[in-house]
Structure formats: structure tokens, C-alpha cells
């Protein structure tokens, strides 16, 4: 079992985001986002699912190159909205 707060694996990943994996699907997402913000309780538990449970808090570090880092994970959940870059992992 992974540890609370950390990362899904590639696995994961792939399941998680399977019911998101249409665009439409993942900026209807992103739109819950940008309407709610990330205090809404689906956006939270969507955020918890992808982080085994926690939503990390503090400097999220991504696979970005040139952008690796932001201030939490909404900030960084915003950015893969934002750039349409859905699928990003931290």
C-alpha cells in the first residue's frame, strides 16, 4: 500500500484517469475546478484519489521540464488545466 499524500504510480495513473482520458471528459473536470475551486468536496476527493488519500500540501515538484515546482497541488492542478496538459503527473 502507498503511503498517504504520495503519488499514484503509473498503474494508477492509467486507472484513475480512465474515466477522464477524453479531453471532454478531463476539461469537464477542469471546469469543476475553475467554477469551484479546489475547496469544492468532488474536486477534493478527485485531488485525494489521485494522492492515495492526502492532497499534499506545501511545494508540489512535477515532471514539468522548465516548471517543476509550485506552491501546492491546486496550483499545480490549476497549471495542467490551464496548459490542457491533463495527464501530468507530480
Do not use: M, W
Not at 59 to 74: K, Q, R, T
Not at 78 to 85: A, G
Request: charged residues 20%; aromatic residues 14%; positive net charge.
Amino acid at each position: 500500500a502507498q503511503q498517504p499524500g504520495t503519488p499514484l504510480s503509473d498503474q494508477e495513473y492509467r486507472q484513475f484517469f480512465r474515466s477522464l482520458r477524453t479531453a471532454r471528459r478531463a476539461s469537464t473536470a477542469c471546469l469543476l475546478r475553475a467554477l469551484y475551486g479546489c475547496q469544492n468536496p468532488l474536486v477534493q476527493r478527485l485531488d485525494e484519489y489521485e494522492n492515495h488519500g492526502v492532497i499534499p500540501e506545501g511545494p508540489i515538484c512535477s515532471e514539468l521540464p522548465g516548471n517543476p515546482s509550485f506552491p501546492d497541488f491546486c496550483s499545480f492542478s490549476f497549471y495542467r488545466c490551464t496548459r490542457k496538459r491533463y495527464f501530468i503527473k507530480v
